[in-house]
């Protein structure tokens, strides 16, 4: 069952799901995540370190086939931003990508308005 989402009791929890599905059995990469990380340079080491070292900081319930939430991770001392759908077997990467101070705000977790 996943746990709510929308406590930080929910979100520690719900991470806590995702970083248990991070083995080599549980993660499937899609293919656009496979093409992204290639052009992005971006290691799949790394995206696991960030899934690992990451947090929540946005959720999107309804993504379909799974919901799905953003990480914030660091590799290399570099923010990174992971995409990862959750499914009851397993997790998806879906995207990650290293965050634009341009539409990222200093933390890089909160979005700047659009101006």
């Known amino acids: 069952m ?3 989402i929308h406590t930080a009791e929910g979100w520690r929890n719900y991470l806590s799901v995702i970083q248990q599905f991070c083995t080599e059995d549980e993660i499937r990469l899609t293919k656009h995540a496979a093409y992204r990380l290639e052009e992005r340079g971006i290691k799949y080491a790394h995206v696991i370190a960030g899934i690992m070292n990451g947090e929540i900081i946005e959720d999107y319930p309804t993504d379909a ?5 953003l990480l914030l991770g660091n590799a290399d001392n570099n923010p990174l931003h992971i995409v990862v759908g959750v499914g009851a077997e397993n997790i998806q ?3 990650a990508y290293h965050p634009s101070d ?3 705000e200093n933390n890089f ?3 700047k308005a659009v101006q």
Not at 65 to 69: A, G, L, Q, T
């Open 2 to 4: 996943t746990p709510t």
């Open 65 to 69: 086939p799974n919901p799905s939430v």
């Open 109 to 111: 977790k909160t979005r």
């Open 93 to 95: 990467i879906i995207t």
């Open 102 to 104: 341009k539409k990222w």
